[in-house]
């Protein structure tokens, strides 16, 4: 057994000790996600002067694009990673092997890599770039969604790392092709 399914199995064993530990789980990996990204657009467009600018209307067009570009690359994320999931076709851990009891069933062979760590890799990567301080609070959610998702048995860690250099990477290529929004957010922020 190599280490990734070894830690996969061992994560797995804390599915179904406990009723209330299955619910957290479960929360964590379907359900908070919703919550993420809601508090995302919540934070990006109320966050420090939106509505205490000599302009708010200009202010609140500005936080709108940011949250465009923020979530644009996110959403980039998941379209390269459905077309990825199409070529590899991995089977979920839970089809393939046998001492994996998923908390839930989704997907088939869509395993790798994982939409929900490339989609929130990118998300905390983009805002960290302009957010650094909320950007470890975005990283810490990936964190328990990712965690949640593997003790879940739908993913495996490789499944999850392969998604996290996915997301950031995707962010990073985004971030450099969009090096103007960044310029324009420097002249702004002096407004």
Partial sequence: MNANIG???WLNHFAGASVFGDFIINFFA????YFVVIGACIFL?????????????????FRLKEVFSFFS????????????????????PYLGISEVH?????????SFP????????????????????????????L??????????????PVDILGGIILGVSI???????GEEFRMVAKTHKNL
């Avoid at 962010?171 to 092709?177: K, L, V, Y």
């Fill in 30 to 33: 379907r359900w908070f996600q």
């Fill in 73 to 92: 690359a996110a959403i980039l994320a998941l379209t390269i990673v459905a077309l990825l999931k199409e070529f590899f076709g991995v089977a979920r």
């Fill in 143 to 156: 964190a328990c969604i990712a965690l949640a998702r593997v003790i879940a048995g739908v993913h495996t």
């Fill in 114 to 141: 994982s939409g929900h760590a490339t989609f929130f890799a990118a998300l905390a990567t983009t805002i960290s770039m302009y957010h650094r301080i909320v950007g470890r609070v975005f990283w810490v959610c």
């Fill in 102 to 110: 998923p908390l839930f069933l989704i997907g088939g062979f869509d």
């Fill in 171 to 177: 962010a990073m290529i985004f971030a450099h092709f």
């Fill in 45 to 61: 467009f109320l966050h420090h002067d939106t509505f205490t600018e000599p302009n708010p209307i200009s202010r609140f067009v």
């Fill in 7 to 9: 830690l996969l199995v």
